[in-house]
């Protein structure tokens, strides 16, 4: 049985929470969080949880096993490397930091510590990339060609002092949600060998941005990743891709789901619209948990998560240059 | 009066829909369909088709109002000259010529010889694309930031993939739709392209990908899938597809998204979808028509497609030197 300190009492901290409640082999026994209202937050959503205002305090004075790190990117590489001094095994909100010095700080700080290490690429537990990733491995499409993936949504208008908003923090839409698709692409294609982007910028009181990303693997393949956090507020938040190999198509629409539709409704009443029986969020933090219990080394290992990073990085200097940019040549 | 109109060359699929649509006019008549070369005996075929007569090139020329051009990219300007020559109006095919300088010979031999010539875009003409059009002028948008295209579709093979006839694949046969559509709606020309492209799906000596990451001359940004990356076995021939996305709002186009699904147990393919949308050729023969009765340019001018084909040519060599390359319009 894993006891987890869990850091941060955002929106994924919520999300996290949830999942551990229906995961048999850990329990939060921990919150620390700066925010006021960390007390509210695990009242509501981790019980029987210690609450601390300092997440080392937290990792020295709890009895914890393990430290689930949902805070906002800046902070990660502290926040692990802690976890790592500790000895205690830590998953990790992507993207893993903010910078490439601080995602090596990590590398170096899990390797050299030996920690059971995860970072929440959680798009490799989506059953519908999944699939289409196993088929793309069968062979099923042939050769890949073109790979067109889209992400979009409202820019987020949560997160604590609207640090998404903050491109200093949070890298904005290609480091904070296009790294999905780019960890995503990278997992099914492999390595990345150049990127050029075009990225839009207003703003109307949060940041928002549309970008364009293409991608040249080092295979010949190309990909295309869409993000955006330009849609008007309340718009669904969409992915889709459409995944083409020389001998056939894999295409998916968010937009087409309809699990539930629900017309009209007594207010206050609850309508879940998720198809899933569980979440991909659980599946990805039993997946972490298991491995910490086993011993097993976790899907996603923290050079797929530096990598992911050198992909959103060169994107958006890629963006700011107007060239194209190698994620091996970002950050040195 | 009876608008009469000849057809020039089959060689392009697109002439059968416009053979239709020209039927479709109580005002026009397909007078006859001519050719030269080895693909003769494939305009008398279509002639038959479209229940008119095979005539030779100077003898159609002599009988006709205007002529729809439906040849390779790279017989336009010798069937452009031929036109001009003998004073008809001209409708060709898309892109107006493989070369920026084919391009414009076209446009200055038609203004010399005086003739109205148009380029077949018939997205101007589809539907879903005016309605956008209609919720930018009433503002929708507000201001537009970014543009996301795609003008995906089957590897079309024959002499698309000769680059002799065609003067290149999935480049030059896929972007100047989009391109135009953006131009039309935005008023804007493009100003900087990048293209990533490549050869992924087919045996062929021309490019099947095609990315276009572009900028308009007022720094809106502009990407475009204009790949042949539909199987041969997709549903539908492939699809033509604008996001518009703008500070207030968003609006995703569609062209051909209006499709009902087909499934017959004793069919090949079973499954097929079927459009159902209203048909962009119609509109587009309809304005050729109407501008040969009323002796004005087409919508869309060969002057206008000149800075299509400038993109064009900008994106080769932009994939050439893997950097982004400034399109040059006049």
Same mark, same amino acid.
């Given at each position: 049985?894993?006891?987890?300190?869990?850091?941060?009492?955002?929106?994924?901290?919520?999300?996290?929470?949830?999942?551990?409640?229906?995961?048999?082999?850990?329990?939060?026994?921990?919150?620390?969080?700066?925010?006021?209202? &960390?007390?509210?937050?695990?009242?509501?959503?981790?019980?029987?949880?210690? !609450?601390?205002?300092?997440?080392?305090?937290?990792?020295?004075?709890?009895? !914890?096993?393990?430290?689930?790190?949902?805070?906002?990117?800046?902070?990660?590489?502290?926040?692990?490397?802690?976890?790592?001094?500790?000895?205690?095994?830590?998953?990790?909100?992507?993207?893993?930091? &903010?910078?490439?010095?601080?995602?090596?700080?990590?590398?170096?700080?899990?390797?050299?510590?030996?920690?059971?290490?995860?970072?929440?690429? !959680?798009?490799?537990?989506?059953?519908?990339?999944?699939?289409?990733? &196993?088929?793309?491995?069968?062979?099923?499409?042939?050769?890949?060609?073109?790979?067109?993936?889209?992400?979009?949504?409202?820019?987020?208008?949560?997160?604590?002092?609207?640090?998404?908003?903050?491109?200093?923090?949070?890298?904005?839409?290609?480091?904070?949600?296009?790294?999905?698709?780019?960890?995503?692409?990278?997992?099914?294609?492999?390595? *990345?060998?150049?990127?050029?982007?075009?990225?839009?910028?207003?703003?109307?009181?949060?940041?928002?941005?549309?970008?364009? *990303?293409?991608?040249?693997?080092?295979?010949?393949?190309?990909?295309?990743?869409?993000?955006?956090?330009?849609?008007?507020?309340?718009?669904?938040?969409?992915?889709?891709?459409?995944?083409?190999?020389?001998?056939?198509?894999?295409?998916?629409?968010? &937009?087409?789901?309809?699990?539930?539709?629900?017309?009209?409704?007594?207010?206050?009443?609850?309508?879940?619209?998720?198809?899933?029986?569980?979440?991909?969020?659980?599946?990805?933090?039993?997946?972490? *948990?298991?491995?910490?219990?086993?011993?097993?080394?976790?899907?996603?290992?923290?050079?797929?998560?530096?990598?992911? *990073?050198?992909?959103?990085?060169?994107?958006?200097?890629?963006?700011?240059?107007?060239?194209?940019?190698?994620?091996?040549?970002?950050?040195? | 009066?009876?608008?009469?109109?000849?057809?020039?060359?089959?060689?392009?699929?697109?002439?059968?829909?416009?053979?239709?649509?020209?039927?479709?006019?109580?005002?026009?008549?397909?007078?006859?369909?001519?050719?030269?070369?080895?693909?003769?005996?494939?305009?008398?075929?279509?002639?038959?088709?479209?229940?008119?007569?095979? +005539?030779?090139?100077?003898?159609?020329?002599?009988?006709?109002?205007?002529?729809?051009?439906?040849?390779?990219?790279?017989?336009?300007?010798?069937?452009?000259?031929?036109?001009?020559?003998?004073?008809?109006?001209?409708?060709?095919?898309?892109?107006?010529?493989?070369?920026?300088?084919?391009?414009?010979?076209?446009?200055?031999?038609?203004?010399?010889?005086?003739?109205?010539?148009?380029?077949?875009?018939?997205?101007?003409?589809?539907?879903?694309?005016?309605?956008?059009?209609?919720?930018?002028?009433?503002?929708?948008?507000?201001?537009?930031?970014?543009?996301?295209?795609?003008?995906?579709?089957?590897?079309?093979?024959?002499?698309?993939?000769?680059?002799?006839?065609?003067?290149?694949?999935?480049?030059?046969?896929?972007?100047?739709?989009?391109?135009?559509?953006? +131009?039309?709606?935005?008023?804007?020309?493009?100003?900087?392209?990048?293209?990533?492209?490549?050869?992924?799906?087919?045996?062929?000596?021309?490019?099947?990908?095609?990315?276009?990451?572009?900028?308009?001359?007022?720094?809106?940004?502009?990407?475009?899938?204009?790949?042949?990356?539909?199987?041969?076995?997709?549903?539908?021939?492939?699809?033509?597809?604008?996001?518009?996305?703008?500070?207030?709002?968003?609006?995703?186009?569609?062209?051909?998204?209006?499709?009902?699904?087909?499934?017959?147990?004793?069919?090949?393919?079973?499954?097929?979808?079927?459009?159902?949308?209203?048909?962009?050729?119609?509109?587009?023969?309809?304005?050729?028509?109407?501008?040969?009765?009323?002796?004005?340019?087409?919508?869309?001018?060969?002057?206008?497609?000149?800075?299509?084909?400038?993109?064009?040519?900008?994106?080769?060599?932009?994939?050439?030197?893997?950097?982004?390359?400034?399109?040059?319009?006049?």
């Amino acid at each position: 049985m894993q006891r987890v300190g869990l850091v941060g009492s955002g929106f994924m901290a919520t999300t996290h929470a949830t999942s551990y409640q229906e995961i048999a082999d850990a329990e939060v026994v921990a919150v620390a969080s700066l925010s006021d209202d &960390r007390e509210a937050f695990a009242a509501e959503h981790t019980p029987d949880a210690d !609450v601390y205002g300092d997440a080392e305090e937290m990792m020295d004075d709890a009895d !914890v096993t393990m430290v689930d790190v949902c805070t906002p990117t800046p902070t990660h590489r502290s926040l692990v490397e802690a976890a790592a001094e500790r000895g205690l095994d830590a998953f990790c909100e992507k993207p893993l930091a &903010r910078t490439v010095a601080d995602a090596d700080a990590i590398v170096d700080a899990v390797e050299d510590a030996g920690i059971t290490f995860m970072t929440g690429h !959680v798009l490799r537990y989506f059953p519908e990339y999944v699939e289409a990733k &196993r088929r793309i491995d069968a062979g099923e499409i042939g050769t890949l060609g073109t790979l067109h993936t889209e992400r979009l949504s409202a820019p987020p208008r949560y997160g604590t002092n609207s640090w998404f908003g903050d491109k200093d923090q949070s890298g904005g839409v290609l480091l904070d949600m296009a790294i999905h698709d780019f960890d995503y692409l990278r997992w099914v294609v492999g390595e *990345v060998n150049r990127v050029f982007a075009r990225t839009a910028e207003w703003d109307d009181g949060h940041l928002n941005q549309h970008s364009s *990303v293409l991608l040249r693997f080092e295979d010949g393949t190309t990909g295309h990743v869409e993000a955006s956090w330009g849609y008007p507020d309340g718009s669904p938040f969409v992915t889709s891709y459409e995944l083409a190999g020389d001998g056939g198509l894999l295409e998916f629409d968010a &937009r087409d789901e309809n699990a539930v539709r629900v017309s009209g409704g007594a207010e206050g009443a609850n309508a879940p619209s998720s198809p899933l029986a569980k979440s991909p969020y659980t599946q990805e933090l039993e997946h972490f *948990v298991d491995c910490v219990e086993t011993g097993r080394d976790p899907d996603i290992t923290p050079d797929d998560a530096r990598a992911a *990073v050198r992909i959103a990085l060169a994107a958006i200097a890629s963006s700011e240059r107007g060239e194209p940019v190698s994620p091996a040549e970002v950050g040195t | 009066m009876t608008v009469r109109i000849g057809l020039c060359s089959t060689a392009h699929h697109h002439a059968h829909s416009y053979a239709d649509s020209l039927s479709d006019l109580p005002d026009a008549e397909l007078v006859g369909v001519t050719e030269v070369g080895d693909r003769v005996a494939d305009a008398r075929a279509a002639a038959d088709d479209y229940g008119v007569d095979y +005539r030779d090139p100077d003898d159609l020329f002599a009988d006709v109002d205007g002529v729809v051009v439906c040849s390779t990219n790279a017989d336009h300007l010798a069937w452009v000259e031929r036109a001009a020559d003998a004073g008809v109006d001209i409708l060709c095919e898309k892109p107006l010529a493989p070369t920026v300088a084919e391009a414009r010979a076209i446009a200055d031999t038609c203004r010399e010889a005086g003739v109205n010539a148009g380029v077949a875009m018939p997205l101007r003409f589809s539907q879903p694309v005016r309605n956008a059009k209609t919720a930018m002028e009433d503002g929708l948008l507000g201001d537009l930031r970014f543009l996301s295209g795609t003008n995906r579709g089957q590897m079309p093979g024959g002499w698309f993939v000769d680059e002799e006839a065609s003067g290149g694949g999935a480049v030059m046969d896929h972007s100047v739709h989009i391109v135009d559509v953006v +131009r039309w709606l935005t008023g804007e020309d493009v100003d900087e392209v990048y293209a990533e492209t490549g050869t992924k799906f087919h045996d062929i000596g021309v490019e099947d990908v095609n990315f276009l990451s572009m900028t308009l001359t007022d720094g809106t940004e502009f990407v475009l899938d204009g790949s042949w990356s539909k199987p041969d076995e997709w549903d539908f021939w492939g699809d033509a597809t604008l996001r518009l996305v703008g500070s207030e709002g968003v609006v995703s186009v569609d062209c051909f998204g209006q499709k009902l699904k087909q499934t017959s147990d004793d069919a090949d393919p079973a499954i097929q979808s079927v459009y159902w949308g209203s048909n962009p050729d119609e509109g587009l023969v309809r304005d050729f028509v109407d501008a040969v009765r009323e002796d004005r340019p087409p919508m869309k001018t060969v002057a206008d497609a000149v800075n299509d084909v400038a993109v064009v040519e900008a994106a080769y060599e932009s994939a050439e030197r893997t950097e982004a390359v400034a399109v040059e319009h006049r």
